[in-house]
C-alpha cells in the first residue's frame, strides 16, 4: 500500500506561519549558511541531513521554503510519528516502517509517482538516513544503504547535503547552526558512505567556524530570528 498523503497548500502555508513563532519561540536563533548554491538549480533536490533533534524535519520546511517556494517538499518520518501527528501527511510527511521492507517499497514506489507527475524544479524530497537522532559529532554517522534506493528513484535528482547542530550559547533558549553543503548530481554519489562523507563536510564547516569563532559565527551565517 502507498503512503497515504493529501498534501495540503493551505495547511502548509499556515503551518509555516505557526513554525516561524514556534522557532521565535523555542531557539534563541536559527542561522544558516550556503542557501545561495540552491539558486538555478532546476532538478529536484534531495535533503539528506543528519539528524540531531526533534526540529530537524522542520528546519528542512523552512529551508525548502527559503530556497524553493514553490516546491512541494516531501519528508520521510517513521509511521508512527505520522499517526500520532495526522496534520503531518497533509503537509507532505510520508510514514515509513524502517525494518518492513513492504513500507519501504511501497514508499520508493509513491516517489518514483511523484518524480513523474510532478514539475522537476517544484519537487523536494528530505530523507534522514541515520533513522535516529545522534550528536552531531560522531565519526561515523552511520547511514543506512536506504537512501541508495532513495536516489535512485529520484534520478536525475541533485543531491543536497544539509548538516545541523544545535548548541547552547550566550541565550538562555539553544541556537540552530545549519549548512547547506555543496548541491551535486546524484551520479556523484556511488553509495551511503559518499554520501555520509558530504553531510560530514557541512558538519564539519559548523564544527569548525565554533572552534574558531566560539559565539561569534561568522557573516556567512544568515540569522533567520535577529
Keep these: 500500500m502507498k503512503p497515504t498523503v493529501q498534501y495540503s497548500p493551505l495547511t502548509r502555508k499556515l503551518f509555516d506561519r ?6 521565535k519561540r523555542s531557539f534563541d536563533n536559527v542561522f544558516c549558511s550556503g542557501l545561495s548554491q540552491l539558486e538555478g538549480i532546476q532538478t529536484p ?13 522542520f528546519f528542512l520546511f523552512e529551508i525548502q521554503r527559503r530556497a524553493r517556494p514553490k516546491a512541494r517538499l516531501y519528508t520521510i518520518a517513521l509511521e508512527k510519528t505520522c499517526i500520532e501527528n495526522p496534520i503531518l501527511p497533509k503537509m507532505g510527511v510520508l510514514p515509513l ?4 521492507p513492504i513500507s519501504f517499497r511501497s514508499l520508493l514506489t509513491f516517489l518514483q509517482q511523484i518524480r513523474t507527475e510532478q514539475l522537476p524544479e517544484e519537487l523536494a524530497v528530505g530523507f534522514f538516513p541515520q533513522g535516529r537522532i545522534t550528536p552531531s559529532f ?4 552511520n547511514f543506512r544503504r536506504g537512501i541508495e534506493k532513495i536516489i535512485s528513484v529520484l534520478s536525475p535528482v541533485t543531491l543536497v547535503p544539509v548538516g545541523i547542530h544545535v548548541e547552547p550559547m550566550t541565550g538562555k533558549k539553544p ?10 548530481p546524484c551520479s556523484s554519489f556511488g553509495n551511503a558512505e559518499a554520501v555520509q562523507r558530504s553531510v560530514q563536510e557541512a558538519l564539519a564547516t559548523i564544527h569548525g567556524n565554533l572552534k574558531a569563532n566560539g559565539e561569534r559565527l561568522p557573516p556567512v551565517y544568515e540569522g533567520w530570528y535577529p
Excluded at 505557526?18 to 522557532?23: A, D, R
Design 45 to 57: 533536490l534531495l535533503f539528506v541531513p543528519n539528524h540531531v533533534s526533534w526540529w530537524d524535519g
Design 18 to 23: 505557526y513554525l516561524n513563532w514556534s522557532f
Design 175 to 184: 541556537t540552530a547552526i545549519l549548512t547547506v553543503g555543496t548541491p551535486k
Design 97 to 100: 516502517r524502517p525494518e518492513d
Design 138 to 141: 560522531l565519526p561515523d554517522l
